[in-house]
């Protein structure tokens, strides 16, 4: 039996599923595809030149420190930091007693207990500490910000595609929303509480233009001068340095690593020639 | 081993000598790996990637288990253990991004060993068993890979299980408890983080324990070759070492520098962003995409969207799925051509290459955004995969006119007048 019919399992099988696929196609109503503003007027990130990118690439000590002024004096009003800690700014190039004071002066203070009481209180924020949410909880977050979430800033660089570039072009990005969208789509009018972001995934961001004017933050003697663009590189990438601390570290190994394998993998050549010689193959 | 030409172990050092005859480890590991297994001498660089599918897999379980050692397996602390590694590990980035990349280092190599051996039709007679183990070493891979993107309780590990884990519900009737009891819950959470942690840390010594049998079916009729004429005599092979520990050692060092290139200088191209999100099981992802190297079976998977004769298309789908790669155990019966490489089969070469193009194409379809094209264009692809194997394969090995096939290897390598003994002629 199963030597006669054995032969035809596989194509009845192979029908089975074919006949499956051929209803789903004839069934299924194919409605011509929805044209929604996001799908047209979203933008992907501009091209920007960081220090970081390509394989030897490194942190420019300088702009990272730049870019933790604006996060310390901008974006800490909303977004915590809670896998960085201010111990960790020494690879920025702070001093012990520099961090002691940044941390000492920190807007937000860290939650703890009063040590006779047992009550819950706060302190003044230590090296050891993460960068703390101005924001009690989630429910006090939203409640401040229009029921949006200001996400924690640790990972937002690897946690967008594009990241560092990404938030460059976000911070850049706010403007007017553009006529002919409201043409088109005159249901996609941003609402009045949101704020019309050609780089925002759905065009509306919760976030208010965090950098409105040049010079909004004070670069210290012998910095580039803090326009809206020079803060929104620096601070972009400094997030990238909180996202990814290792990365010099990672950029070097890799090319002592490269240089190894390469003379290791020439040498494994040449013993293979080598062995192989007198052997037609 | 398998061929009576085999070099024999002959240890002169009297504490081998003492060892073999109480242990013979040694002996077992020449036979396997040394001068005592005769390979054919024609085989071309496609062949190391066995070799480098096992340096994959201990590269994974080495870098696992110390990952293991600082990964805490709940739901609360998951992801922030990964990133104090990340951060506070010495070289705990390294460990990191080097098992994040290499199961996907493994997934390549492994997924070129399979198409080496569909091509040079090396899962046929007599290697059968070495196909079926592969087979199973796929699937295991497959469910270990699954897990471990679980772990990091990202976003897409998150959402990836609850994807996966719902393929169960598909099942009539018993398919929710069936879901409800694997996960131990409703939804992916800590009950079924740790048991995902525990088997992610069983499965790779279960491959390992695969892998001995695969190699052991493997040394019965010893590997194929590129001509796919089997061994006629001693003239047509060469021993493993040192003729393939060099070639494969330089393989090796070729795979390291591409596995390198990405570890050090792109650890994240080959991952999602949104697995740097902390879980939420409150927040769906626009988009759930599982990792790249399932892309081809997911495509499969959303093909099926019509309600046919009485089961769900998503059952059709999950059946689907699973079919595309059990079917792959019935491969050794469905092509019956006698002939094995590719080489001489001019139709069925043709196919194969199509068949590549199409798993190609599926994959790029797995993380397209379902529009009624791209739904179109993997009922399309997805349909011939399964005609690949199930309609053409049968017609192909029946009707095809092959080439004819050379004498010997020997033949093959140094033309045919270095044939001395001319074997008898065989099916072509």
């Not at chain 2, 050692?249 to 962003?273: E, K, T």
Request: glycine share 8%; charged share 15%.
């Amino acid at each position: 039996m199963l030597r006669f019919f054995g032969p035809f399992i596989a194509p009845i099988v192979g029908i089975g599923f074919l006949l499956a696929l051929f209803w789903g196609f004839v069934s299924t109503p194919r409605e011509a595809a929805v044209e929604t503003a996001a799908h047209e007027f979203h933008l992907k990130p501009k091209e920007v030149e960081y220090s970081f990118s390509g394989p030897f690439g490194k942190y420019d000590r300088q702009q990272l420190q730049r870019g933790f002024q604006v996060y310390q004096e901008v974006c800490s009003a909303c977004h915590s930091m809670k896998l960085v800690a201010f111990r960790d700014l020494a690879d920025l190039g702070f001093t012990k007693p520099e961090i002691k004071a940044i941390a000492k002066q920190w807007k937000t203070e860290v939650p703890t207990i009063n040590e006779k009481t047992g009550e819950p209180t706060t302190r003044k924020a230590l090296p050891s500490d993460t960068f703390p949410s101005p924001f009690a909880n989630e429910t006090a977050a939203r409640a401040a910000n229009n029921n949006a979430l200001p996400p924690d800033m640790s990972l937002l660089a690897k946690a967008r595609e594009d990241g560092p570039a990404y938030i460059y072009s976000l911070i850049t990005g706010y403007q007017a929303q553009p006529a002919e969208l409201l043409k088109k789509f005159p249901d996609a009018k941003t609402p009045g509480s949101l704020h019309y972001n050609p780089y925002f995934p759905n065009l509306n961001l919760a976030m208010p233009p965090p950098l409105t004017a040049d010079g909004q933050v004070s670069y210290a003697e012998g910095q580039p001068k803090p326009t809206v663009d020079q803060m929104a590189k620096d601070v972009s990438a400094f997030l990238m340095w909180a996202a990814e601390p290792k990365l010099e570290n990672r950029h070097r190994t890799g090319i002592a690593a490269l240089i190894f394998l390469v003379i290791g993998t020439l040498l494994a050549f040449g013993a293979y020639k080598n062995i192989w010689r007198d052997q037609k193959h | 081993m398998s061929f009576p030409w085999a070099e024999h172990y002959a240890p002169k050092n009297p504490v081998m000598k003492w060892l073999d005859s109480r242990l013979p480890l040694p002996r077992l590991v020449y036979n396997a790996v040394g001068a005592g297994y005769p390979v054919p001498r024609n085989l071309n660089y496609f062949w190391n990637f066995g070799v480098l599918a096992g340096v994959a897999l201990t590269i994974q379980i080495i870098t696992g288990i110390v990952l293991a050692m600082h990964y805490a397996a709940n739901a609360d602390v998951a992801f922030n253990s990964v990133e104090s590694i990340m951060r506070d590990v010495n070289q705990g980035w390294l460990l990191r991004y080097a098992h994040s990349n290499g199961a996907s280092m493994f997934f390549i190599v492994v997924y070129i060993h399979i198409f080496r051996g569909l091509y040079y039709g090396s899962y046929k007679a007599p290697r059968e068993m070495v196909w079926l183990l592969g087979v199973v070493i796929f699937l295991l891979m497959m469910a270990t890979a699954f897990m471990g993107y679980v772990l990091p309780w990202g976003q897409m590990s998150f959402w990836g299980a609850q994807v996966i884990t719902g393929f169960f519900s598909a099942i009539p009737i018993i398919g929710d408890p069936i879901h409800t009891w694997l996960l131990g819950g409703f939804a992916p959470d800590n009950a079924a983080l740790n048991r995902f942690f525990s088997l992610h840390y069983l499965l790779p010594f279960v491959i390992a324990g695969v892998i001995v049998l695969h190699i052991w079916a493997l040394h019965i009729p010893g590997s194929n070759n590129p001509t796919g004429v089997e061994v006629k005599g001693p003239q047509d092979t060469v021993p493993f070492h040192p003729y393939y520990t060099a070639k494969d050692g330089m393989g090796l060092g070729v795979f390291l520098i591409v596995f390198s290139l990405f570890l050090f200088f792109a650890p994240n191209a080959m991952g999602h962003p949104d697995n740097y999100i902390p879980a939420n099981p409150l927040s769906t992802p626009a988009h759930i995409v599982p990792e790249w190297y399932f892309l081809p079976f997911y495509a499969i998977l959303k093909a099926f969207t019509g309600n046919f004769l009485g089961i769900a298309a998503k059952l059709w789908g999950v059946m689907a799925m699973f079919g595309s790669i059990l079917l792959l155990f019935f491969l050794p019966w469905i092509d019956r051509s006698p002939v094995r490489s590719a080489n001489y089969r001019p139709t069925y070469r043709w196919f194969f290459v199509i068949l590549v193009i199409d798993v190609l194409i599926l994959g790029y379809l797995g993380q397209a955004e379902p529009t009624a094209t791209v739904v179109l264009l993997s009922q399309i692809c997805a349909g011939y995969y399964f005609a690949h194997f199930l309609i053409i394969l049968p017609l192909v090995s029946a009707l095809e006119k092959t080439l004819p096939l050379p004498n010997s290897i020997t033949e093959s390598v140094l033309g045919s007048d270095a044939e001395a003994a001319p074997v008898a002629a065989h099916t072509a």
